[in-house]
């Protein structure tokens, strides 16, 4: 078992997977299991949600890549992402599904509902 409290090497590819475990093993050595039903995960998962839009709350429109954030902002933004990611990430587990095979089909059915049209004469949003 890795050390829980080590942050991770930052070139290490990440899995669904991985994170169920170790989300699995987090709650399960705080007796937490028993409060981690779908909904509470779900309640919790919509709290973090709002967490996450008020660090975009009154700021008007944002440029992509964040160019004048503080590193601060920035790493409270990737603290709640990752609050929201875990929370689906235990919710899936809960609800006994397969969190990245079912995105990956999911994302197969998108590209089935919506072809690929020529940009010039046709678009998605017009
Ligand atoms: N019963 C719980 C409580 C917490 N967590 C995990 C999932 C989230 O990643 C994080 C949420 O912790 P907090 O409730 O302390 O929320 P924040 O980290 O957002 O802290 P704060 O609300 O003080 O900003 O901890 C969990 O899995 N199960």
């Not at 890795?2 to 007796?31: C, Q, T, W």
Request: proline fraction near 3%; aromatic fraction near 8%; charged fraction near 30%.
């Amino acid at each position: 078992m890795e050390n829980s409290y080590e942050i991770p090497n930052k070139s290490k590819d990440v899995s669904l997977k991985e994170l169920r475990d170790r989300l699995a093993e987090f709650a399960e050595l705080r007796g937490w299991e028993k409060y981690h039903s779908p909904r509470n995960l779900l309640l919790a998962l919509v709290g973090e949600v709002g967490e996450l839009s008020e660090i975009f709350q009154w700021k008007g429109e944002v440029a992509k890549g964040l160019p004048n954030w503080t590193a601060d902002d920035k790493e409270h933004l990737e603290e709640e992402l990752s609050d929201v990611l875990l929370y689906l990430v235990q919710l899936a587990d809960v609800c006994g599904l397969d969190l990245g095979q079912a995105a990956l089909t999911k994302i197969i059915k998108n590209a089935r509902k919506y072809p690929i049209v020529n940009q010039k004469t046709k678009s998605t949003y017009n």
